[in-house]
């Protein structure tokens, strides 16, 4: 390993000691004395057993152990400290290329791993992520904070989010539209190494394609028309924090390559730039779609599925904790009624959870806070909810009569819900698109064919 300065504050390496957990001499030895050189103490173990028996007499802030050990594997290590509670930031060394051992120990608890041969570069960074890592105990509060419910999906999902948040891998949040999945993301980077850092949400279906490239990395002045000076993407914006992708399934197919390669290369180059510039930035994905099925459409890059999808995390659907809508309908009503003692009606909690929830926790959402400015005598009623006629895609069939001609009978149907989409989101489009499974770029484009347009704008003609 290259001889490299040593950047981290002595006063953040007092005290501070690692395991090193590896049988080959010469690699521990390497490993032992780059530590050293950085100020912390370094104890060492050569198998399973004995790293075991060190976890047992002394309390460590970083161990680092093999893959291949000569009584186990380094995922025995990863589970013992895992299944102890004893809060170890938890790192593993494979060999190069091979993902699946990675994986495994992410899925496991690892916090991170790194690939032989182990550069003096990557270890550093590895030190200094476990060392900001903030402890169990405050994220697990968090996370009962942010995402209510006891449900076994939404304890799943919980349980998921606890362990990938100590790591550094690429995390990919499906469920439905409102359904909490930048909660989610938030929650892993508040909870994980880069939460003092920067966190950026992108929209990827509310980007014009023609201005894609230009959002995520930047630009040079001169670049091209209208590029009056140097603009930083969103990959600048993030660096050192979590990008998050939000319905990366939107992203135009060309993009997906550049995507592609500024995940793995860990650089982007500006537009109009003549060099390439290193980002350090977490990846954490989500759509409403299902990524595979959109690769075997052909809309979606495999290769691309394949860096997101490393630890995949279902969020659940609000009817699947039909149980928690009350607890949740009555936080949400707390902090959303200020000073007032505004309440449910037995009548209006019996409607939320009879209500299939279409739209989710952000449907839930919305229904209350137009019921506060609805209701009379801080008494919210059933009626005072407006639930959607809509549910599944199913239409009332007492909202729309006359079926023929058919396609006046459609665009009426087609109106209608994109009509109740829009008011339940209060108008905004990006949020009414995910709501229906749309693009924003077709939602756009059926509001103009259908003449809907938002409250107080005015036609053309007018």
Do not use: W
């Not at 500024?262 to 982007?268: F, L, P, R, S, Y």
């Not at 926790?361 to 809509?390: F, K, P, Y």
């Amino acid at each position: 390993m290259a001889q490299e300065e040593n950047t981290i504050d002595s006063h953040q390496t007092k005290g501070i000691r690692v395991l090193l957990v590896d049988d080959e001499q010469d690699i521990l030895d390497m490993l032992q004395m780059a530590i050293r050189k950085m100020g912390f103490e370094v104890d060492t173990a050569g198998n399973v057993q004995g790293a075991v028996k060190k976890l047992q007499a002394q309390r460590y802030s970083l161990c680092l152990t093999d893959m291949r050990l000569p009584d186990g594997d380094g995922l025995q290590v990863v589970q013992y400290i895992a299944q102890n509670n004893l809060d170890i930031p938890c790192a593993v060394i494979t060999a190069h290329g091979n993902m699946e051992n990675a994986i495994a120990a992410l899925k496991v608890g690892a916090f991170d791993y790194l690939a032989k041969p182990v550069s003096l570069a990557q270890l550093r960074v590895l030190i200094k992520s476990a060392l900001n890592l903030p402890q169990q105990d405050a994220g697990e509060a968090v996370s009962e904070k942010m995402l209510i419910g006891q449900s076994p999906a939404m304890q799943k999902a919980r349980d998921l989010i606890a362990r990938v948040a100590r790591s550094e891998a690429s995390v990919h949040i499906t469920g439905e539209s409102g359904s909490g999945k930048e909660v989610a993301a938030r929650l892993i980077a508040q909870s994980g190494a880069r939460h003092n850092k920067p966190f950026i949400a992108v929209n990827c279906g509310a980007i014009p394609s023609t201005l894609v490239e230009n959002e995520f990395f930047g630009y040079k002045k001169g670049a091209f028309t209208g590029a009056d000076k140097d603009r930083d993407g969103f990959f600048h914006a993030a660096h050192g924090g979590t990008l998050f992708l939000d319905e990366v399934a939107d992203l135009p197919l060309a993009m997906q390559v550049k995507l592609l390669r500024a995940i793995q290369e860990k650089k982007v180059r500006k537009i109009g730039a003549t060099s390439e510039e290193s980002v350090d930035v977490r990846i954490i994905s989500a759509t409403h779609y299902d990524l595979a099925e959109r690769v075997r459409q052909n809309l979606f890059r495999q290769d691309l599925y394949f860096r997101l999808n490393v630890i995949p995390i279902q969020m659940p659907a609000l009817r699947e904790m039909r149980d928690d809508i009350s607890k949740i309908a009555q936080q949400v009503l707390d902090r959303l009624r200020g000073e007032s003692a505004a309440h449910f009606s037995d009548e209006a909690m019996r409607a939320l959870k009879s209500y299939s929830f279409p739209g989710n926790v952000r449907e839930l959402e919305n229904a209350i806070e137009r019921a506060l400015t609805l209701c009379m005598g801080g008494v919210i009623e059933a009626q005072d909810l407006m639930l959607m006629s809509v549910e599944h895609g199913q239409v009332d069939k007492t909202a729309i009569t006359g079926k023929y001609p058919l396609p006046d009978y459609l665009d009426k149907v087609e109106k209608q819900a994109l009509e109740e989409a829009l008011d339940q989101t209060n108008f905004n489009r990006t949020e009414a698109a995910k709501l229906l499974g749309l693009t924003f770029r077709t939602m756009r484009y059926r509001m103009e064919r259908l003449g809907i347009k938002a409250p107080g704008e005015m036609d053309d003609a007018d």
